[in-house]
Nanobody
Framework: QVQLVESGGGLVQPGGSLRLSCAASGSIFGIYTMDWYRQAPGKQRDLVATISTRGTTNYADSVKGRFTISRENAKNTVYLQMNSLKPEDTAVYYC????????WGQGTQVTVSS
């Protein structure tokens, strides 16, 4: 069994920052890609950022230049640093890993509001 535990969500004012973490534990023999998704109320779940085993990153256009994804392989952990947050970033954020089966975190709420 593999478990993903997310943390770091919360309420922040526009222009503020948050850092999300997602730690994987259990029967892990190697993690390939690590991703962050988000889902706003009434909308589909969308890919926000992805990072490969070698550290190659890709971002949704809406977050480029504001969000940074990183990973710490020794800790099986992926991070999402979110700066210059906007109200439209409000959503539940989910991490996903391929190890090689796909696993999802439980989600963490991010609310950007004044």
């Amino acid at each position: 069994q593999v478990q993903l535990v997310e943390s770091g969500g919360g309420l922040v004012q526009p222009g503020g920052s948050l850092r999300l973490s997602c730690a994987a534990s259990g029967s892990i023999f190697g993690i390939y890609t690590m991703d962050w998704y988000r889902q706003a109320p009434g909308k589909q779940r969308d890919l926000v950022a992805t990072i490969s085993t070698r550290g190659t990153t890709n971002y949704a256009d809406s977050v480029k230049g504001r969000f940074t994804i990183s990973r710490e392989n020794a800790k099986n952990t992926v991070y999402l640093q979110m700066n210059s947050l906007k109200p439209e970033d409000t959503a539940v954020y989910y991490c996903k890993i391929a190890a090689p089966n796909v696993y999802w975190g439980q989600g963490t709420q991010v609310t950007v509001s004044s």
